[in-house]
């Protein structure tokens, strides 16, 4: 109560300002537009939902075969890597022209947004298993499919409940971008509607209505996770695997082949479904426009320019979300009771989408970067701090018995026993946040700030400019990936000491 009378306070102090709705406000819009609210929810939520369960179901088989047929892994994580990295906002305008009327473009991005925030930390569970359970198995006579299904299975179960958790308010925000593309119905169409008319109260009605709905996926998910999740059997403690090493000739081996795996297979869409080159372009288009052609001096030039001014929002709003989240979980675990706090502001922050609240955020904190980098470590902490949350909790009750014998304080057992058992979470959830912060960029400036790479591909889509969109697509996928590996690296420093279970052999 006390929040909801600080909350109206403050919205009757800036009465006028464009900024804030109290919840009166909130509710008297909702009880005079709830016919028309409700049909659009109903739309949004049914283009989630189908997207979800696509994304998910894709990002279970695929981890189970990278597991089952180790030497495919790579190229699955690179692959979806690519695949999440491409933005939205760019790709939305693309996939309406390709599917044309309908909602394909919706389910297709609510697919996209939710696949590799599974894929990644489910992953990381299912590697995430005692050397004595896959041991005892092999002594069985067991194979690869055992193991994966009676030992790695049970592992990852709480590493993919962290994952669908943080995938509810991901498609959702899919979802949404996809209706900004041109669909007929939804709490997006409402949404851009509202923007335009500078309506705050059906800006926050809209963005409460998505907050809610958001909140009680993830909640409910949660509650399952729990039924299903009676805790880790006993571990016996064993001395670490030794961590392989991989020659650098190799690994960049590997890179330039995936790299032409991924251009042959563009031109090979493109071309096996005879998509017209006008919005449709080819690897050798953009490189055509970019390096080749006459104005590729001025086109780089554009590009270069937009790409930096959000390089320069999205480094400093990335690491922010990634060391506030993983500060605020370790909070959380040395004081219990400030979960009670933290999480339910935490959730509600993440649930509101980013596409409602980055013009009032940018409103505020004005159109540099500020508002920018703020909007992107929203984006980043939610993440982090809830696959953290869950990442501090798999310490093996063994090693929480040694601690206990000693009376070490809580802090102790967070630095030398928790932590290290968060890292593989942690280091999910940075692979993951990658895309997550440019996405969060692009999408504020697309909306909001008239500057960098949104702008420049919100002008491109507006007057069809598809070498130029395109361009930027490649531009931004380019820089996600290099920065994903970047992550990698570190990750593989670090898991060689406290997690060579995690590397590949």
Known sequence: MAVLLAWQFAATLLAGSFLFAGPIEILRYLLDNHAALGRALLATVQTAASGYLWGNAVAILLAGLALLLPLSERPIRILSLVIFCLPLIATGPILRVLYGPGIGPQVTLAALSVFYTTLVPLLAGLRAVPRVWVDMVQSYG?????????????????????????????????????????????????????????????????????????????????????????????????????????????????????????????????????????????????????????????????????????????????????????????????????????????????????????????????????????????????????????????????????????????????????????LPAFFATARIAVPAAVLAATVAEWLATGQGMGHLMALAASTSDYNMLWSAVVALTLVAVIAHFAVALAEQVVFARYAPEQLQP
């Open 142 to 422: 067991r194979g690869r499919w055992t193991t994966l299904a009676k030992v790695r299975v049970l592992a990852s179960t709480p590493y993919l409940i962290a994952g669908l958790q943080i995938a509810a308010p991901a498609a959702f925000l899919g979802a949404l971008i996809g209706e900004f593309t041109g669909a007929e119905r939804g709490l997006g169409i409402l949404t851009l509607q509202a923007m335009r008319r500078l309506d705050t109260d059906a800006t926050w009605a809209i963005a409460s209505i998505a907050a809610v709905t958001s909140i009680s996926v993830y909640l409910v998910i949660g509650q399952l996770g729990r039924l299903l999740w009676k805790g880790a059997p006993t571990t016996l403690l064993a001395p670490p695997l030794k961590a392989p090493r991989r020659h650098w000739l190799g690994s960049v081996a590997g890179v330039l082949g995936l790299t032409l795996m991924v251009l042959l297979l563009w031109q090979g869409v493109m071309d096996v479904f005879g998509l017209n080159r006008f919005f449709a372009k080819r690897p050798y288009d953009i490189w055509s426009f970019l390096v080749t052609g006459a104005e590729a001096e001025a086109h780089r030039e554009t590009l270069l320019s937009a790409l930096g001014d959000t390089l320069i929002t999205v480094v400093p709003g990335f690491f922010a979300g990634l060391a506030l989240g993983g500060a605020l979980a370790a909070l959380c675990t040395l004081m219990p009771r400030m979960s009670g706090v933290l999480l339910p502001v935490a959730i509600t922050l993440r649930a509101v989408p980013i596409v409602t609240t980055a013009p009032l955020i940018v409103l505020w904190l004005g159109r540099g970067p500020t508002g920018v980098i703020t909007i992107v470590a929203i984006m980043i902490f939610f993440p982090t701090l809830i696959a953290c949350l869950h990442g501090l909790k798999q310490v093996p009750k063994a090693v929480l018995d040694v601690c206990e014998s000693y009376s070490a304080p809580r802090w102790r057992i967070l630095v030398h026993a928790r932590i290290p058992a968060a």
